[in-house]
């Protein structure tokens, strides 16, 4: 089943999802899918479409139960699993990720990204720590994925070695990968991967303001 | 012209300049083509047909000057005009971005992004510093923008109140957001937004997984 939802619906669940954690609620609180909608950017059809392939949630005229919808659409997309990640490249947006992923379960609750490792190889940079994480060799990957429950690589590497990086993570077992450095990666079939490029996103942004 | 040209092309025309810029190159360094299509992850073609749109870089059977191209290249997308930016919401994330964005230019030569101001509402954050820069209470915005230089907004606020926020800063003149609350924003013609979310991304990722 989870292969037949197309990524968009995945994507727009998810914001769903977000939407509805960030809003305070009590066990008779409902929200509308013109509500969601408003605050997705999406119209209220789309949102009933999208929360119908799951089965019904809401109730005619009343909306959806807000606790109830969080909690179908946290068993829906797995929300409720701790998913171990590992970071590639501790540079300046590494560590800066590094450390908001391991403070994010601070403040949010229902956090379950669990950073397992930081990697570099830079000699100056292994051996330290990041939030009580130690940085280690890049070499030392496999003592890491060896449990098999590393699901994410972040990849904040430079663009000239990602591809490096990320074939040698795939040998390691990683089949997820965010993708933080400015170059398309080739991954074979099986393997996700998702790009993210602040820095980019500024310049692209710039060329038209 | 700028508006004649389709996103995807600024996009990838960004994504060869980053290329470019990571490449250690002398005057007489040359790349084809197929190399930079090959770390951007699109075909040749498609390379010399993006480039060709600026005029004609390439020599026949040598490639590109590295040098010359990246020359080209920051001039078309207006990359060695400093762009000042102001980040909303200095939480983990807005944290981490004022950090990076503050700091790169230590290690980037080129790099151009300006953190002009870090806004928030939270007391206990109005009057701290991240990496020498105050954090203002929003409602100080428009001291910042009163200059008339602020390109950017960058958008870290938790998402029922991002709307508000860039309704605000757009009153107060600026023209484009990176946003990276999980959130799509409405914004008016001739204000540009673009979408940024690492934890829907790892969230969307870890469905599959």
């Known amino acids: 089943m989870r292969n037949k ?30 509500q969601i909608g408003d605050l997705a950017a999406v ?49 300046e947006l590494g560590t800066a990720l590094a450390r908001y992923l391991t403070t994010r379960k601070e403040t949010a609750p229902n956090y379950r990204f669990v950073v397992k490792g930081l990697f570099d190889i830079d000699p100056a940079k292994v051996g330290t720590e990041i939030e009580g994480v130690p940085v280690r060799h890049l070499n030392e990957l496999e003592e890491v994925t060896a449990s098999g429950d590393i699901k994410i690589g972040v990849v904040a590497v430079p663009a000239n070695v990602a591809q490096e990086v990320v074939n040698y993570a795939i040998s390691k077992g990683i089949r997820g990968f965010l993708n933080f450095a400015p170059v ?9 991967i998702q790009n993210s490029d602040v820095t980019s996103d500024l310049q692209e942004l710039g060329f038209y303001l």
């Not at 990524?7 to 305070?24: A, K």
């Not at 999208?50 to 807000?66: C, H, N, R, S």
């Not at 398309?184 to 996700?192: A, F, L, N, S, Y």
């Open 5 to 34: 939802i197309p990524d968009v619906v995945i994507r727009r669940l998810v914001t769903y999802l977000r939407i509805l954690t960030d809003i305070e609620a009590g066990p008779d609180d409902y929200i509308s899918s013109a």
């Open 43 to 91: 119209n209220s059809a789309q949102v009933r479409k999208d929360l119908a392939l799951f089965g019904e949630f809401g109730k005619q005229g009343v909306g959806y139960p807000i606790l109830g919808l969080r909690k179908e659409l946290t068993a829906i997309l797995g929300a409720d699993r701790e998913m171990n990640i590992v970071i590639f490249g501790v540079g």
């Open 184 to 192: 398309r990666i080739k991954v074979p079939p099986g393997v996700r």
